[in-house]
């Protein structure tokens, strides 16, 4: 599978983005779908997913109540809107497959985009 994400950009504290993240299969192809990040000087996390078992997601602790990830089967894409974003959130995010917050279980990486909050 390939996958393309895009959407990263700079944005001021508090402001919006979305990502997305474009299959070349199905994303129901997988255990499960979703995003990780990489701050500099950080290992690699995960952001969120959606687990195609019993089609929930899952977030990690630092952006719940601000990202929600989503997606439209029909386009094989899978977006992460970021509201009230901040200064730590700033990374490389990744779409992923198969896992949700172990980076050496994922089978699939997009190549990146770049996320940069600040003032």
């Known amino acids: 599978v390939q996958l393309q994400a895009s959407g990263g950009g700079l944005v001021q504290p508090g402001g919006s983005l979305r990502l997305s993240c474009a299959a070349s299969?199905?994303?129901?192809?997988?255990?499960?779908i979703g995003w990780f990040r990489q701050a500099p000087g950080k290992e690699r996390e995960g952001v969120s997913c959606?687990?195609?078992?019993?089609?929930?997601?899952y977030y990690g602790d630092s952006v719940k109540g601000r990202f929600t990830i989503s997606r439209d089967k029909a386009k094989n894409t899978v977006y992460l809107q970021m509201n009230n974003l901040k200064p730590e959130d700033t990374a490389v995010y990744y779409c992923?497959?198969?896992?949700?917050?172990?980076?050496?279980?994922?089978?699939?990486w997009g190549q990146g985009t770049l996320v940069t909050v600040s003032s």
């Open positions: 992923a497959t198969d896992s949700c917050a172990s980076p050496d279980s994922v089978t699939s």
């Open positions: 299969g199905s994303t129901e192809d997988y255990r499960s």
């Open positions: 959606i687990v195609n078992i019993d089609d929930k997601s």
